[in-house]
Protein backbone atom coordinates (compact mmCIF):
# COMPACT_ATOMS: atom_id res chain seq x y z
CA UNK A 1 0.00 0.00 0.00
CA UNK A 2 1.87 3.06 -1.31
CA UNK A 3 0.26 6.44 0.60
CA UNK A 4 -0.45 5.08 3.76
CA UNK A 5 0.51 7.36 6.10
CA UNK A 6 -3.01 9.02 6.26
CA UNK A 7 -5.57 9.87 4.15
CA UNK A 8 -7.01 7.01 1.39
CA UNK A 9 -4.21 5.28 1.79
CA UNK A 10 -4.77 4.74 5.66
CA UNK A 11 -8.06 4.05 5.34
CA UNK A 12 -7.86 1.37 2.86
CA UNK A 13 -5.18 0.01 5.07
CA UNK A 14 -7.25 -0.50 8.34
CA UNK A 15 -9.95 -2.28 6.28
CA UNK A 16 -7.91 -4.44 4.79
CA UNK A 17 -6.33 -5.25 8.29
CA UNK A 18 -10.36 -5.46 9.84
CA UNK A 19 -10.66 -8.13 6.73
CA UNK A 20 -7.56 -9.88 8.25
CA UNK A 21 -5.32 -9.31 5.24
CA UNK A 22 -1.31 -8.53 5.84
CA UNK A 23 -0.72 -5.28 4.49
CA UNK A 24 3.18 -3.31 4.25
CA UNK A 25 1.76 0.36 4.63
CA UNK A 26 4.17 2.50 2.79
CA UNK A 27 4.79 6.50 2.17
CA UNK A 28 7.66 8.56 1.57
CA UNK A 29 6.57 10.50 5.15
CA UNK A 30 6.15 9.49 8.32
CA UNK A 31 3.56 7.45 9.36
CA UNK A 32 3.74 4.56 7.63
CA UNK A 33 5.89 0.86 8.48
CA UNK A 34 8.16 1.76 5.54
CA UNK A 35 9.51 4.55 3.96
CA UNK A 36 8.99 4.40 0.06
CA UNK A 37 9.65 7.01 -2.54
CA UNK A 38 7.39 5.70 -5.44
CA UNK A 39 9.34 7.59 -8.09
CA UNK A 40 12.27 5.58 -7.18
CA UNK A 41 11.75 2.44 -9.22
CA UNK A 42 14.50 0.70 -7.88
CA UNK A 43 13.78 1.07 -4.46
CA UNK A 44 10.09 0.19 -5.76
CA UNK A 45 10.91 -3.28 -6.94
CA UNK A 46 13.51 -4.19 -4.11
CA UNK A 47 10.25 -3.20 -1.72
CA UNK A 48 8.16 -5.85 -3.74
CA UNK A 49 10.63 -8.13 -4.23
CA UNK A 50 11.33 -8.01 -0.47
CA UNK A 51 7.49 -8.77 0.70
CA UNK A 52 7.18 -11.63 -1.61
CA UNK A 53 10.05 -13.43 -0.30
CA UNK A 54 8.81 -12.83 3.51
CA UNK A 55 5.24 -13.97 2.26
CA UNK A 56 5.60 -16.33 -0.51
CA UNK A 57 3.13 -14.10 -2.20
CA UNK A 58 1.77 -10.87 -3.22
CA UNK A 59 -2.13 -10.99 -3.45
CA UNK A 60 -3.34 -7.02 -4.11
CA UNK A 61 -0.64 -3.98 -4.77
CA UNK A 62 -2.43 -0.51 -4.09
CA UNK A 63 -0.62 2.06 -6.11
CA UNK A 64 -2.52 4.76 -3.93
CA UNK A 65 0.44 7.46 -3.10
CA UNK A 66 -0.47 10.91 -5.29
CA UNK A 67 -0.38 14.60 -4.76
CA UNK A 68 -2.43 17.23 -6.11
CA UNK A 69 -1.04 20.92 -7.57
CA UNK A 70 -3.86 23.29 -8.80
CA UNK A 71 -3.28 26.79 -10.67
CA UNK A 72 -4.38 28.13 -14.13
CA UNK A 73 -2.44 26.10 -16.68
CA UNK A 74 -0.70 28.80 -17.77
CA UNK A 75 1.29 29.45 -14.57
CA UNK A 76 2.66 26.57 -14.33
CA UNK A 77 6.02 25.68 -14.37
CA UNK A 78 7.73 22.78 -16.32
CA UNK A 79 9.37 21.65 -12.82
CA UNK A 80 5.25 21.92 -11.78
CA UNK A 81 4.32 19.07 -14.47
CA UNK A 82 7.26 17.02 -13.96
CA UNK A 83 6.41 16.99 -10.37
CA UNK A 84 3.28 16.01 -10.06
CA UNK A 85 3.61 13.27 -13.57
CA UNK A 86 6.45 11.56 -11.69
CA UNK A 87 4.59 11.11 -8.76
CA UNK A 88 1.33 9.94 -9.84
CA UNK A 89 1.61 8.50 -13.49
CA UNK A 90 4.94 7.11 -12.96
CA UNK A 91 4.62 6.04 -9.25
CA UNK A 92 2.33 3.71 -10.72
CA UNK A 93 3.97 2.44 -13.73
CA UNK A 94 6.82 1.81 -11.05
CA UNK A 95 4.63 -0.30 -8.86
CA UNK A 96 3.00 -1.83 -11.69
CA UNK A 97 6.20 -2.59 -13.15
CA UNK A 98 7.86 -4.63 -9.53
CA UNK A 99 4.37 -6.52 -9.31
CA UNK A 100 3.82 -7.78 -12.59
CA UNK A 101 6.89 -10.50 -12.37
CA UNK A 102 5.33 -11.78 -8.92
CA UNK A 103 1.40 -12.07 -9.87
CA UNK A 104 2.09 -13.06 -13.79
CA UNK A 105 4.30 -15.85 -12.21
CA UNK A 106 1.41 -16.81 -9.54
CA UNK A 107 -1.56 -16.49 -12.07
CA UNK A 108 -3.50 -15.06 -9.62
CA UNK A 109 -3.59 -11.49 -7.93
CA UNK A 110 -4.88 -7.66 -8.49
CA UNK A 111 -3.63 -4.45 -8.80
CA UNK A 112 -5.37 -1.50 -7.46
CA UNK A 113 -4.84 2.14 -8.36
CA UNK A 114 -5.99 5.09 -7.14
CA UNK A 115 -7.03 8.12 -9.78
CA UNK A 116 -9.69 10.22 -8.85
CA UNK A 117 -13.26 11.64 -10.25
CA UNK A 118 -10.57 14.08 -11.92
CA UNK A 119 -9.65 11.43 -14.37
CA UNK A 120 -13.08 11.06 -15.59
CA UNK A 121 -14.40 14.85 -15.65
CA UNK A 122 -12.86 17.87 -16.34
CA UNK A 123 -11.46 19.66 -13.59
CA UNK A 124 -10.59 23.53 -14.49
CA UNK A 125 -7.84 24.70 -11.92
CA UNK A 126 -6.66 21.15 -11.07
CA UNK A 127 -5.64 20.42 -15.07
CA UNK A 128 -2.51 18.62 -14.36
CA UNK A 129 -4.06 16.53 -11.63
CA UNK A 130 -6.73 15.68 -13.56
CA UNK A 131 -4.00 14.73 -16.17
CA UNK A 132 -2.22 12.28 -14.44
CA UNK A 133 -5.51 11.05 -13.08
CA UNK A 134 -7.07 10.05 -16.65
CA UNK A 135 -3.52 8.57 -17.66
CA UNK A 136 -4.02 6.10 -13.87
CA UNK A 137 -7.69 5.18 -15.30
CA UNK A 138 -6.69 4.68 -19.68
CA UNK A 139 -3.59 2.33 -17.55
CA UNK A 140 -5.67 0.74 -15.51
CA UNK A 141 -8.33 -0.19 -18.14
CA UNK A 142 -5.47 -1.27 -20.85
CA UNK A 143 -4.17 -3.24 -18.19
CA UNK A 144 -7.20 -5.13 -16.87
CA UNK A 145 -8.00 -6.53 -20.11
CA UNK A 146 -4.30 -7.34 -21.10
CA UNK A 147 -3.73 -9.18 -18.08
CA UNK A 148 -6.89 -10.65 -17.24
CA UNK A 149 -5.85 -14.07 -19.32
CA UNK A 150 -3.09 -14.29 -16.95
CA UNK A 151 -5.14 -14.44 -14.30
CA UNK A 152 -4.24 -10.64 -12.79
CA UNK A 153 -7.12 -8.20 -12.14
CA UNK A 154 -6.54 -4.35 -12.57
CA UNK A 155 -9.04 -1.53 -10.91
CA UNK A 156 -9.21 2.03 -10.70
CA UNK A 157 -10.48 3.58 -7.59
CA UNK A 158 -12.72 7.05 -9.03
CA UNK A 159 -13.63 8.55 -5.56
CA UNK A 160 -15.54 11.72 -5.52
CA UNK A 161 -14.68 14.01 -2.93
CA UNK A 162 -13.28 12.66 0.24
CA UNK A 163 -11.85 13.91 3.50
CA UNK A 164 -8.21 13.63 3.43
CA UNK A 165 -5.60 15.83 3.85
CA UNK A 166 -5.17 16.63 0.29
CA UNK A 167 -8.26 19.03 0.62
CA UNK A 168 -6.77 21.43 2.47
CA UNK A 169 -2.89 21.26 1.51
CA UNK A 170 -1.47 24.45 0.59
CA UNK A 171 1.99 22.13 -0.57
CA UNK A 172 4.24 22.69 -2.73
CA UNK A 173 5.93 26.10 -1.25
CA UNK A 174 5.65 27.57 -4.83
CA UNK A 175 2.05 26.69 -5.61
CA UNK A 176 0.94 29.29 -8.10
CA UNK A 177 -0.70 32.88 -7.24
CA UNK A 178 -3.60 32.04 -9.29
CA UNK A 179 -4.53 29.04 -6.77
CA UNK A 180 -3.38 30.67 -3.37
CA UNK A 181 -6.86 31.45 -1.75
CA UNK A 182 -8.87 29.39 -4.10
CA UNK A 183 -10.92 27.27 -1.90
CA UNK A 184 -11.03 23.65 -3.10
CA UNK A 185 -12.93 22.27 -0.71
CA UNK A 186 -15.82 24.69 -1.35
CA UNK A 187 -15.27 24.75 -4.91
CA UNK A 188 -15.52 21.21 -4.96
CA UNK A 189 -18.04 20.84 -2.53
CA UNK A 190 -20.50 22.49 -5.15
CA UNK A 191 -20.39 20.01 -7.45
CA UNK A 192 -20.19 17.22 -5.57
CA UNK A 193 -21.48 17.33 -2.23
CA UNK A 194 -19.77 17.24 1.20
CA UNK A 195 -16.74 15.46 1.51
CA UNK A 196 -17.54 11.44 1.78
CA UNK A 197 -15.39 9.68 5.20
CA UNK A 198 -12.37 8.02 3.61
CA UNK A 199 -12.99 5.00 6.07
CA UNK A 200 -16.60 4.56 4.17
CA UNK A 201 -14.92 5.34 0.76
CA UNK A 202 -12.66 1.50 1.99
CA UNK A 203 -15.58 0.25 2.91
CA UNK A 204 -17.05 0.42 -0.79
CA UNK A 205 -13.36 -0.08 -2.35
CA UNK A 206 -13.33 -3.67 -0.99
CA UNK A 207 -16.70 -5.00 -1.58
CA UNK A 208 -16.40 -3.43 -4.92
CA UNK A 209 -12.96 -5.53 -5.17
CA UNK A 210 -15.53 -8.34 -4.05
CA UNK A 211 -17.87 -8.34 -6.83
CA UNK A 212 -14.73 -7.55 -9.39
CA UNK A 213 -15.69 -4.15 -10.57
CA UNK A 214 -13.12 -2.71 -12.81
CA UNK A 215 -14.13 1.33 -11.94
CA UNK A 216 -14.72 2.01 -8.35
CA UNK A 217 -16.51 5.28 -8.32
CA UNK A 218 -18.15 6.13 -5.17
CA UNK A 219 -20.22 8.00 -3.00
CA UNK A 220 -23.29 7.65 -5.03
CA UNK A 221 -23.65 11.53 -5.47
CA UNK A 222 -20.09 11.01 -7.73
CA UNK A 223 -21.58 7.67 -9.33
CA UNK A 224 -24.70 10.29 -10.66
CA UNK A 225 -22.19 13.32 -11.71
CA UNK A 226 -19.94 10.58 -13.67
CA UNK A 227 -23.08 9.02 -15.22
CA UNK A 228 -24.37 12.33 -15.69
CA UNK A 229 -21.05 13.70 -17.33
CA UNK A 230 -21.69 10.56 -20.16
CA UNK A 231 -24.85 11.40 -21.11
CA UNK A 232 -24.74 15.44 -21.22
CA UNK A 233 -20.75 16.50 -21.35
CA UNK A 234 -21.83 20.09 -22.65
CA UNK A 235 -24.36 20.51 -19.75
CA UNK A 236 -22.06 19.29 -17.16
CA UNK A 237 -19.36 21.30 -18.39
CA UNK A 238 -21.66 24.24 -17.94
CA UNK A 239 -22.64 23.66 -14.10
CA UNK A 240 -18.71 23.26 -12.94
CA UNK A 241 -18.20 27.26 -14.76
CA UNK A 242 -21.23 27.99 -13.18
CA UNK A 243 -19.50 26.46 -9.65
CA UNK A 244 -16.50 27.94 -10.57
CA UNK A 245 -18.45 31.47 -10.58
CA UNK A 246 -20.34 31.30 -7.31
CA UNK A 247 -17.22 29.94 -5.44
CA UNK A 248 -14.73 33.05 -6.90
CA UNK A 249 -17.92 35.58 -5.37
CA UNK A 250 -18.33 34.02 -2.73
Known sequence: MTGAA????????????????TVVPTDIAAGADRILDVRDAAAFTALVDSVAADHGRVDFLFNNAGIALGGNAADLTLEHWHRIVDVNIFGVVNGTRAVLPHLTRQGHGKIVNTASM?????????AAYGLTKHAVVGLSTALRLELGPAGVGVHVICPGLIETPLLDTSDPEDLPDSFRGFDVRAHLSALMGEPYPADRLAADVLAALSRDQPIIVTPRRAKAVWWFYRLSPTLLMKAEKLSSRRTRTS
Not at 7 to 16: E, H, P, Q, S, V
Open 6 to 21: SGIGAALTRALRAAGA
Open 118 to 126: AGLLPSPKL
